[in-house]
């Protein structure tokens, strides 16, 4: 496939004038729909941003366009495509793509779950990878996509769709809401697959999901590889198989010395806007381990784990344990330095919402959570500080609880 091709599968019937970059940045799906598919056929570069950047968001990603690619890559129709992420480091970057590593992805994901056409409805924004890529899909193998408000779903209001091999799109924290209503587990059986993405699900959720035999496709991804490279089919999830799955056909991931996921695979971005990848596998930014079946089990970053009088603690674990309790709507778990520990697990949760009842969330992490796991503290607060991506940066909110004692 060349990049013409990629515009007419998205609507393109004929390419206009070619233009040097694009900036693709709109809420309403159909907009940014029709801007990106002109956008493709134009033969720019193309950029996408979030609209609801703040203005450092704005200005850090606006400094990144002026940077030039500085190296051997010329091809107008390689890496065109650049993609806001937090990167390896947490700071913005742009990840490169193009219509080989879409249609890879795209590939991969039907060769998977079995599907001829895949269809969607879109809740997820498409300014973002899995919002874009559930678009895609649908555009790439002559599905049908419907955009739909998240809100309009949570409240209960679903589309009206026909037979086919159907897919939904969702982050653990929409799924927990959905359930919250006893008419979406009906709905959500419909689907061939529920992908589930975008975070760690804690395993209360997911037993309550294979208790009402949903078809959950928990999964692993990321920007800079398309979205998922590996995803536990709906038959796999409802025989108690865990993790996130086995590669994709179009993808290998391995865990090296160490636990370090490293992934190849044809849908791998060319590199981070000016620059380029060179060739070879990706090593990510997370740890984790291959079960007996190649299941990949994500074990957390591996910049974020704490030491706490000498043992290590995974904060996305204990995020995952306070979140089953019911207690929390959002909930972040840092390292504090302590003079006793070294570091103390504080967590953080929102001021303003339901104050947690303490006493009955310690009692459910003495059934789950080893004693060096457990939060020392519990803070509540107002400002919740963002990396230039728009990504919680935890070592800024490490240091707002440490300038609190």
Same mark, same amino acid.
């Given at each position: 496939?060349?990049?013409?091709?990629?515009?007419?599968?998205?609507?393109?019937?004929?390419?206009?004038?070619?233009?040097?970059?694009?900036?693709?940045?709109?809420?309403?799906?159909?907009?940014?729909?029709?801007?990106?598919?002109?956008?493709?056929?134009?033969?720019?570069?193309?950029?996408?941003?979030?609209?609801?950047?703040?203005?450092?968001?704005?200005?850090?990603?606006?400094?990144?366009?002026?940077?030039?690619?500085?190296?051997?890559?010329?091809?107008?129709?390689?890496?065109?495509?650049?993609?806001?992420?937090?990167?390896?480091?947490?700071?913005?970057?742009?990840?490169?793509?193009?219509?080989?590593?879409?249609?890879?992805?795209?590939?991969?994901?039907?060769?998977?779950?079995?599907?001829?056409?895949?269809?969607?409805?879109?809740?997820?924004?498409?300014?973002?990878?899995?919002?874009?890529?559930?678009?895609?899909?649908?555009?790439?193998?002559?599905?049908?996509?419907?955009?739909?408000?998240?809100?309009?779903?949570? !409240? /209960?209001? &679903? %589309?009206?769709?026909?037979? +086919?091999?159907?897919?939904?799109?969702?982050?653990?924290?929409? *799924?927990? $809401?959905?359930?919250?209503?006893?008419?979406?587990?009906?709905?959500?059986?419909?689907?061939?697959?529920?992908?589930?993405?975008?975070?760690?699900?804690?395993?209360?959720?997911?037993?309550?999901?294979?208790?009402?035999?949903?078809?959950?496709?928990?999964?692993?991804?990321?920007?800079?590889?398309?979205?998922?490279?590996?995803?536990?089919?709906?038959?796999?999830?409802?025989?108690?198989?865990?993790?996130?799955?086995?590669?994709?056909?179009?993808?290998?991931?391995?865990?090296?010395?160490?636990?370090?996921?490293?992934?190849?695979?044809?849908?791998?971005?060319?590199?981070?806007?000016?620059?380029?990848?060179? !060739? /070879?596998? &990706? %090593?990510?930014?997370?740890? +984790?381990?291959?079960?007996?079946?190649?299941?990949?089990?994500? *074990?957390? $970053?591996?910049?974020?784990?704490?030491?706490?009088?000498?043992?290590?603690?995974?904060?996305?674990?204990?995020?995952?344990?306070?979140?089953?309790?019911?207690?929390?709507?959002?909930?972040?778990?840092?390292?504090?330095?302590?003079?006793?520990?070294?570091?103390?697990?504080?967590?953080?949760?929102?001021?303003?919402?339901?104050?947690?009842?303490?006493?009955?969330?310690?009692?459910?992490?003495?059934?789950?959570?080893?004693?060096?796991?457990?939060?020392?503290?519990?803070?509540?607060?107002?400002?919740?500080?963002?990396?230039?991506?728009?990504?919680?940066?935890?070592?800024?909110?490490?240091?707002?609880?440490? !300038?609190?004692?």
């Amino acid at each position: 496939m060349d990049r013409i091709d990629l515009a007419r599968q998205l609507g393109v019937r004929r390419p206009g004038p070619a233009r040097g970059e694009t900036v693709i940045s709109a809420a309403d799906p159909r907009i940014f729909m029709a801007r990106f598919a002109s956008a493709t056929a134009a033969r720019g570069t193309v950029f996408v941003a979030d609209p609801s950047w703040r203005a450092a968001q704005r200005e850090t990603f606006a400094a990144l366009l002026k940077s030039k690619t500085v190296n051997r890559e010329s091809r107008i129709d390689r890496g065109w495509l650049c993609l806001p992420t937090g990167g390896t480091t947490g700071g913005m970057r742009l990840a490169r793509h193009d219509q080989d590593t879409l249609s890879a992805a795209v590939s991969g994901c039907r060769r998977h779950f079995g599907a001829a056409r895949i269809s969607a409805i879109g809740v997820l924004p498409l300014h973002h990878v899995s919002g874009l890529m559930a678009w895609l899909r649908c555009a790439l193998t002559g599905g049908r996509y419907v955009a739909w408000s998240w809100d309009d779903l949570a !409240a /209960g209001r &679903w %589309p009206e769709v026909g037979g +086919g091999d159907w897919f939904l799109s969702l982050v653990p924290t929409q *799924l927990q $809401r959905l359930l919250a209503r006893r008419s979406s587990a009906d709905r959500l059986r419909r689907f061939r697959a529920v992908l589930l993405g975008g975070g760690p699900a804690w395993p209360e959720l997911l037993e309550r999901a294979a208790r009402l035999r949903l078809p959950l496709a928990p999964g692993y991804g990321m920007t800079e590889t398309a979205a998922m490279v590996t995803a536990l089919r709906p038959e796999e999830f409802l025989a108690g198989r865990t993790g996130c799955g086995s590669a994709l056909p179009h993808a290998r991931v391995t865990v090296e010395a160490g636990g370090v996921i490293r992934v190849a695979s044809r849908s791998l971005f060319r590199g981070y806007y000016p620059d380029w990848r060179g !060739a /070879g596998t &990706w %090593p990510t930014a997370d740890l +984790g381990r291959l079960d007996e079946h190649g299941s990949l089990h994500v *074990l957390g $970053r591996r910049d974020a784990i704490i030491i706490t009088g000498g043992e290590k603690v995974d904060p996305v674990a204990v995020e995952a344990a306070l979140l089953a309790t019911g207690q929390f709507i959002d909930v972040v778990v840092v390292g504090v330095p302590d003079v006793r520990w070294g570091h103390a697990v504080v967590a953080c949760y929102p001021a303003g919402s339901r104050a947690p009842n303490l006493e009955a969330v310690e009692r459910a992490l003495a059934r789950s959570l080893a004693g060096h796991e457990r939060p020392k503290r519990f803070v509540a607060l107002g400002r919740w500080p963002r990396t230039a991506s728009g990504k919680l940066s935890r070592p800024a909110l490490a240091a707002i609880v440490a !300038a609190q004692r």
